[in-house]
């Protein structure tokens, strides 16, 4: 079992940034791929920014230039630098990794940006 602990989101204004942190802890011996997704009310889960199998990164295009993902691999983390956020950037932001061929999710933290 894995298992994720998120921190990190809040309230802010638009212009203002926040930084996310997913720990993830318990049978990690092949973690595969690190990232986040959020999701707005009444809207599907979306990709934020992930690293690959091959330590690549990948962000969506709202996102790019705004946000960075970086991670520690000794501490299992990795975080969200959210830069400049807007107020369509409000959402529940989920931590996931891959471990082996299974996904696993966190509880999700919201963020919310006012305007």
């Known amino acids: 079992q894995v298992q994720l602990v998120e921190s990190g989101g809040g309230l802010v204004q638009a212009g203002e940034s926040l930084r996310l942190s997913c720990a993830a802890a318990g049978s990690i011996f092949r973690l595969n791929t690190m990232g986040w997704y959020r999701q707005a009310p009444g809207k599907q889960r979306e990709l934020v920014a992930v690293?690959?199998?091959?330590?690549?990164?990948n962000y969506a295009d709202s996102v790019k230039g705004r946000f960075t993902i970086s991670r520690d691999k000794t501490k299992n983390t990795v975080y969200l630098q959210m830069n400049s956020l807007k107020p369509e950037d409000t959402a529940v932001y989920y931590c996931?990794?891959?471990?082996?061929?299974?996904?696993?999710w966190g509880q999700g933290t919201q963020v919310t940006v006012s305007s």
């Open positions: 690293f690959t199998r091959g330590s690549n990164t």
């Open positions: 996931k990794v891959l471990v082996g061929p299974v996904d696993y």
